[in-house]
């Protein structure tokens, strides 16, 4: 038994944090200097999870 993680223990290029999706802004990730590409990212977001407003102001600008 190890406390690594699949990717880790077998060598694969990953990252542990989360990619955040914003709607009007580039993805970012919630670990410093990340450079892994969005794909090999376990965990992602909508960028309302974690409170940024991107998304609301695109919605109001479609309903008017």
Known sequence: MTIQCRECGAGLE???GT???HVRYR?????DDCTTPEVVHTFRI????VGCQCGQSAA???AI
């Open 60 to 62: 109001g600008r479609a």
């Open 19 to 21: 990619v955040i999706h």
């Open 27 to 31: 993805i970012e990730c919630t670990e």
């Open 46 to 49: 909508d960028c309302e999870a």
């Open 14 to 16: 990953h990252c542990h």
